[in-house]
């Protein structure tokens, strides 16, 4: 009886044992998994931030070169021929007066045009002036087209890293463009303001208005709004109604900004 009770004695310390052994080898395997999955995620976050910045750097780049063709190609063969337009004396032609006037005032709208559209891709400007100065540059473009009467309410600055002012301010050029296109409108108004470290911009006008739902998979640009909002942490919300007007309200959080700029 007594080498009965030692083996049995036994068996139970080698049970506990192993049994011990199993616990602890599952405990170090969930703290090797979680240091694994931590390691993960910040790998994949430095990636996602590395691949945001490639991708911006590479479509500046792309705009960049896309505005110095429009101005010293196009805008230099327009302005060539306003000079040729302007050297033709008005006397000899008098039934082609009106004409050649005509043509003229469309060759100098075209410059204009190209300079805008040059000036609106290139960003160098933006991230110089800042968010609040651009936007009024912005306003003040669409005012001077007298299709629609533009107001811009905002603080004097705003604190934005360099990328999340590019993405930003091209959202905004991207809903400004679809509302000169589509719209309607004959007033047009951009608040931008900060509460509670949230800057919330919000664009509406009193134009014609759209089915959300029906154009979300439409060419415009609601998808790539919502994408943009998405690359610097902000949520962006469309709400519009046929003939009631539009209005697009993003908000973004400021606390990452900080270390965004660094």
Request: a positive charge.
């Given at each position: 009886?007594?080498?009965?009770?030692?083996?049995?004695?036994?068996?139970?310390?080698?049970t506990?044992?192993?049994?011990l052994?199993?616990?602890?080898?599952?405990?170090?395997?969930?703290?090797?998994?979680?240091?694994k999955h931590?390691?993960?995620?910040i790998?994949?976050?430095?990636f996602?931030?590395?691949?945001?910045?490639?991708?911006?750097?590479?479509?500046?780049?792309?705009?960049?070169?896309?505005?110095?063709?429009?101005?010293d190609?196009?805008?230099q063969?327009?302005?060539?021929?306003?000079?040729y337009?302007?050297?033709?004396?008005?006397?000899?032609?008098?039934?082609?007066n009106?004409?050649?006037?005509?043509?003229?005032?469309?060759?100098?709208q075209?410059?204009?045009d190209i300079?805008?559209i040059?000036?609106?891709l290139?960003?160098?400007?933006?991230?110089?002036?800042?968010?609040?100065?651009?936007?009024?540059?912005?306003?003040?473009?669409i005012?001077?087209?007298?299709?629609?009467?533009?107001?811009?309410?905002?603080?004097?600055?705003?604190?934005?890293?360099?990328?999340?002012l590019?993405?930003?301010?091209?959202?905004?050029?991207?809903?400004?463009?679809?509302?000169?296109k589509?719209?309607?409108a004959?007033s047009?108004?951009?608040t931008?303001?900060?509460?509670?470290?949230?800057l919330t911009?919000?664009?509406?006008?009193?134009?014609?208005?759209?089915?959300v739902?029906?154009?979300?998979?439409?060419?415009?640009g609601?998808a790539?709004?919502?994408?943009?909002?998405k690359?610097i942490q902000?949520?962006?919300?469309?709400?519009?109604?046929?003939?009631t007007?539009?209005?697009?309200?993003?908000?973004?959080?400021?606390?990452?900004?900080?270390?965004?700029?660094?």
């Amino acid at each position: 009886m007594p080498q009965a009770s030692a083996d049995y004695s036994l068996i139970i310390v080698w049970t506990t044992l192993i049994f011990l052994f199993l616990v602890a080898g599952i405990i170090v395997f969930i703290l090797l998994y979680q240091n694994k999955h931590r390691e993960y995620l910040i790998q994949k976050n430095s990636f996602q931030e590395n691949l945001l910045q490639a991708q911006i750097e590479i479509k500046e780049q792309t705009l960049r070169h896309v505005a110095r063709e429009l101005h010293d190609t196009l805008g230099q063969t327009a302005s060539l021929i306003k000079i040729y337009l302007n050297t033709i004396p008005p006397n000899k032609i008098p039934k082609s007066n009106q004409k050649i006037k005509e043509t003229t005032d469309l060759v100098k709208q075209l410059i204009l045009d190209i300079k805008s559209i040059s000036w609106g891709l290139v960003n160098h400007s933006v991230t110089q002036l800042g968010l609040v100065k651009s936007l009024e540059q912005e306003v003040e473009r669409i005012n001077k087209l007298e299709q629609m009467k533009a107001v811009l309410q905002a603080p004097e600055t705003v604190p934005l890293s360099h990328d999340t002012l590019i993405i930003l301010f091209r959202m905004v050029q991207e809903v400004l463009n679809n509302t000169l296109k589509h719209s309607k409108a004959s007033s047009l108004t951009l608040t931008l303001a900060i509460k509670k470290n949230i800057l919330t911009l919000v664009i509406t006008d009193n134009g014609v208005g759209f089915d959300v739902r029906a154009l979300a998979g439409s060419g415009m640009g609601l998808a790539n709004l919502q994408s943009r909002a998405k690359q610097i942490q902000a949520t962006c919300v469309i709400q519009s109604i046929p003939h009631t007007g539009t209005s697009i309200s993003i908000e973004l959080p400021l606390e990452n900004e900080a270390s965004r700029a660094d």
